[in-house]
Nanobody, 123 residues
Framework: QVQLVESGGGLVQAGGSLRLSCSASGRTFSRYPMGWFRQAPGKEREFVAGISARADSINYADSVKGRFTISRDNTKNTVYLQMNSLKPEDTAVYYC????????????????WGQGTQVTVSS
């Protein structure tokens, strides 16, 4: 059974930084793409960033390009989201996610989700 556990959320002032972590278990982590989505109050969940199994393909939403960095450590079964220059509009619950198909693209639909971690950016 795939389990994803996020951590690292919190309250930060605009312009600040946070690093989210997601620890995965239940299968061979290094074979699967990983992603981060977010959902703000009253809005639909949206894609933030995705990284392929071998980290040779990385994608970002336009709204976070140049500010957020996704990375993975396959020796620790962990994916990270480094968030810099945070803005109040980045406030949301951030979800870690992965797919059921190994070595698939980091874009498109995802199949497994963590419980989410709250990120709040004050102005």
């Amino acid at each position: 059974q795939v389990q994803l556990v996020e951590s690292g959320g919190g309250l930060v002032q605009a312009g600040g930084s946070l690093r989210l972590s997601c620890s995965a278990s239940g299968r061979t982590f290094s074979r699967y793409p990983m992603g981060w989505f977010r959902q703000a109050p009253g809005k639909e969940r949206e894609f933030v960033a995705g990284i392929s199994a071998r980290a040779d393909s990385i994608n970002y939403a336009d709204s976070v390009k140049g500010r957020f960095t996704i990375s993975r450590d396959n020796t620790k079964n962990t994916v990270y989201l480094q968030m810099n220059s945070l803005k109040p509009e980045d406030t949301a619950v951030y979800y870690c996610t992965t797919k059921s198909k190994p070595y698939s693209d980091s874009l498109g639909e995802y199949d497994y989700w963590g419980q989410g971690t709250q990120v709040t950016v004050s102005s």
